[in-house]
């Protein structure tokens, strides 16, 4: 296995375990807490409406009934959109976390099903990690997360290498704890 591939694996399988991270997060929160908002996601190609959260991947909406948590400490920022129930991704969740109200260090989403030849779907971004990229433009308690991530190499052809995937991410906070 040569470098390059570890290493976006890596940042792939980094993601995927921040993912969990801000599921387990999400879950203690979820029942009682007013940080977490449920929205449902049409599939539609433009882009959320304002003040929704949604997640698109290579511009096709992941639809599903999200619930929206974002966690701030210290100068680092943590959210999350997760589906319990999905219909094609199992438990599906897409996340990011901002440092210095800017600079995107992470972003994972992943669902439990739902990826190549049976595997769990899964697309990645590490900051300072080969293969990705990503941005964040705050407007209020909104975040938008676009960039590129990795995902992971189809086992039918390993000498292709990982995947590549464009992400586009509304974080639509009704509030932040933390904040």
């Known amino acids: 296995m040569n470098a390059k591939y570890f290493r976006t694996a890596t940042a792939a399988v980094a993601a995927l375990a921040l993912t969990g991270f801000l599921t387990a997060c999400?879950?203690?929160s979820a029942s009682s807490s007013p940080t977490t908002s449920k929205q449902t996601t049409a599939a539609a190609p433009a882009?959320?409406?304002a003040g929704k959260s949604a997640a698109l991947v290579d511009g096709k909406a992941l639809a599903?009934?999200?619930e929206t948590t974002c966690v701030k400490?210290?100068?680092?920022?943590?959210?999350?959109?997760?589906?319990n129930n999905n219909a094609t991704y199992g438990q599906l969740t897409a996340s990011a976390t901002i440092t210095d109200a800017n600079t995107v260090q992470a972003v994972g989403i992943a669902g439990s099903k739902g990826g190549s030849s049976g595997l769990p779907y899964a697309v990645?971004?590490?900051n300072g990690q080969p293969g990705g990229s990503a941005k964040v433009v705050k407007d209020g308690n909104t975040y938008k997360v676009?960039?590129?991530?990795?995902g992971?190499?189809?086992l039918s052809n390993p000498?292709?290498?990982?995947?590549?995937?464009?992400?586009d991410i509304t974080f639509a906070c009704s509030t932040i704890v933390g904040a």
């Open 152 to 154: 992971a190499a189809d």
């Open 26 to 28: 999400g879950d203690d």
């Open 124 to 126: 990645g971004y590490g």
């Open 73 to 83: 400490q210290g100068n680092t920022l943590a959210l999350a959109l997760t589906d």
């Open 64 to 66: 599903g009934t999200f």
């Open 146 to 150: 676009t960039g590129e991530g990795v």
């Open 159 to 167: 000498l292709a290498g990982p995947s590549t995937s464009t992400f």
């Open 47 to 49: 882009g959320p409406a």
